[in-house]
């Protein structure tokens, strides 16, 4: 099945600092999706983004589906960013999402 | 955006007995929905595709008559853990696809903590 590789494992920030998590997938996708768990456990959907470069606020994704990779980066981060970070993707239409294991991102005040 | 709901949030249940998770699609219909299980620290485990209207998929590796996924309209599926263990306790998630816009984003519910003692 697809593999889906996110680095670092972990990131340690002091607040006000700016950091990029990557995303690697092994095979083409449909569809790509980074989320944000909550310390209660809710994902939060941040972007849809199975090719090209958005962004929303502090946050901006950039996906180059030719080399199967995408980036999330965070400026100016605060406390209250911290959480998990994942990346999901879906092979096809009408299928489930498989995600990689997440960059744990704590942000010291 | 669209949302999933899931009840309970959270359950305590005695090893041995049933218990049953909803989700809710609650201003969208969704003929598929999907169930995650995530265990502390680790990333989201696909468990099963459930069909509405027909039976559900199962991973590799997740019993069907210990997980029991019935999903009985456009807007609800429900999740029943037969006969619990503790090994079962985790954390559920469900999630439904929704066109947003031109697009079917994933939108996942809250979450149900399950712990068997």
């Known amino acids: 099945g697809i593999q889906v590789e996110q680095s670092p494992p972990d990131l340690i920030l002091q607040e006000g600092a700016n950091s990029t998590l990557r995303c690697n997938f092994s095979?083409?996708?449909?569809?790509l999706q980074w989320f944000h768990q909550n310390p209660w456990g809710q994902l939060i959907n941040l972007f849809y983004i199975p090719s090209g470069t958005k962004q929303n606020g502090r946050l901006s994704a950039t996906t180059v589906a030719t080399e199967r990779y995408s980036l999330l980066y965070i400026s100016s981060s605060q406390t209250t960013d911290s959480g998990v970070y994942f990346c999901?993707?879906?092979?096809?239409?009408?299928?489930?999402?498989?995600f990689g294991a997440g960059t744990r991102l704590t942000v010291k005040p | 955006g669209a949302v999933v709901s899931q009840h309970p949030s959270w359950v305590i249940c005695k090893s041995g007995t049933s218990v049953k998770i909803e989700c809710r699609s609650l201003d969208f219909q969704a003929t598929t929905m999907f169930w995650y299980r995530q265990f502390p620290k680790q990333s989201l485990m696909l468990m099963a595709t459930?069909?509405?209207?027909?039976?559900?998929?199962?991973e590799q590796g997740v019993e069907k008559d210990k997980f029991l996924i019935n999903h009985a309209s456009l807007t609800l599926s429900t999740l029943t853990v037969t006969s619990a263990h503790p090994e079962d306790s985790s954390f559920y998630i469900c999630?439904?696809?929704?066109?947003?816009?031109?697009?079917?984003?994933?939108?996942f519910g809250p979450g149900t903590r399950l712990t068997v003692t």
């Open positions: 095979d083409s996708v449909n569809n």
């Open positions: 999901a993707v879906e092979l096809g239409g009408g299928n489930d999402m498989r």
């Open positions: 999630s439904a696809r929704a066109l947003t816009g031109a697009n079917y984003e994933q939108y």
């Open positions: 459930s069909n509405e209207g027909s039976k559900a998929t199962y």
